[in-house]
C-alpha cells in the first residue's frame, strides 16, 4: 500500500539555523500539507500546496517558512532561521482527488531547537 | 473561523467493552466532512472513519462507528469491541467543501484512549 514518507525521523538544530525537513508524497496525489504538533497540542495546519504554488497558509506559516517541490516527487518544508517554539513534531500529508479528498498523513518528524 | 473541541482529554476503557468518544465543532457552512484520526506511540496518524455532512446516514466501519448529530453539531465515535490495539491518540477534524484547492483539516485537542486488559 502507498504511504508518504518523512525524513528525518527526528532533527536537532541549533537556535537560528536552518532547516529542512523532507516528504515523499503518494506518487498519484496532487494535494500536499504540513501541520505541526507542539507536544501535548493538537495538531495544527500549517500549508497546503497545490499545482507548484501555496494555496492557503496558516499565521503560524510566516516569512521563516518556505515549501518547495522541487523534482516532481519531493515536498519540502524549510524553516530559514529557527527558533526555540519551532520544536515540534511534523506531519506531511498528501491527498489525492474525489469528494473526501482524504489526506495520508506521514509518520512525522520530530524537530527539536537547543 | 471553525473550530472542534473534544472535551475529553483521557478516556479508558476494558478490553471488549465499548467506548465513545466525543467531538463537537462549530461552523456555519452547510456541507463539510469530518473525520476521526488515530494517532498510536508510533505516531503516524491514521484515518480512522469518515462522514459527509450531507449524508444522514452514520458512517461505520468495522467496530468503529458515529453519532453524527448535525443539528446539534457533535460527531461522537464509538469503538465496539475494544482491543489493546486501539490504545491511542484520537483526534476529530473538520474540513471544508474546499475553497478551489485548499482542503486544510482542524482538529480537535484529541483525546488519549487507554484500553486495559
Known amino acids: 500500500e502507498p504511504e508518504v514518507t518523512q525524513t528525518p525521523s527526528h532533527q536537532v538544530t541549533q537556535m537560528g539555523q536552518e532547516v529542512i525537513l523532507r516528504c515523499v508524497p503518494i506518487s498519484n496525489h496532487l494535494y500536499f500539507y504540513w501541520y505541526r504538533q507542539i507536544l501535548g497540542q493538537k495538531v495544527e495546519f500549517l500549508v497546503s500546496?497545490?499545482?507548484?504554488?501555496?494555496?492557503?497558509k496558516s499565521e503560524i506559516f510566516d516569512d521563516q517558512f518556505s515549501v518547495e517541490r522541487p523534482d516532481g516527487s519531493n515536498f519540502t518544508l524549510k524553516i530559514r532561521s529557527t527558533k526555540l517554539e519551532d520544536s515540534a513534531m511534523y506531519f506531511c500529508?498528501?491527498?489525492?482527488?474525489?469528494?473526501?479528498?482524504?489526506?495520508?498523513f506521514g509518520p512525522g518528524t520530530r524537530l527539536t531547537v537547543l | 473561523a471553525q473550530t472542534v473541541t473534544q472535551s475529553q482529554p483521557e478516556m479508558s476503557v476494558q478490553e471488549a467493552e465499548t467506548v465513545t468518544l466525543s467531538c463537537t465543532y462549530d461552523?456555519?457552512?452547510?456541507?463539510?466532512?469530518l473525520f476521526w484520526y488515530k494517532q498510536p506511540p508510533s505516531r503516524q496518524m491514521i484515518l480512522v472513519i469518515r462522514q459527509e455532512a450531507y449524508k444522514q446516514q452514520n458512517a461505520t466501519e468495522n467496530r468503529f462507528s458515529v453519532n453524527f448529530q448535525k443539528a446539534a453539531k457533535s460527531f461522537s465515535l464509538k469503538i465496539s469491541d475494544s482491543q489493546l490495539g486501539d490504545a491511542a491518540m484520537y483526534f476529530c477534524?473538520?474540513?471544508?467543501?474546499?475553497?478551489?484547492?485548499?482542503?486544510?483539516?482542524?482538529f480537535g485537542k484529541g483525546t488519549l484512549l487507554t484500553v486495559n486488559p
Open positions: 500529508a498528501s491527498a489525492g482527488t474525489g469528494a473526501y479528498n482524504e489526506q495520508f
Open positions: 461552523t456555519s457552512e452547510s456541507d463539510y466532512y
Open positions: 500546496f497545490y499545482n507548484n504554488e501555496i494555496s492557503e
Open positions: 477534524a473538520y474540513r471544508s467543501p474546499g475553497r478551489g484547492s485548499n482542503y486544510k483539516l482542524t
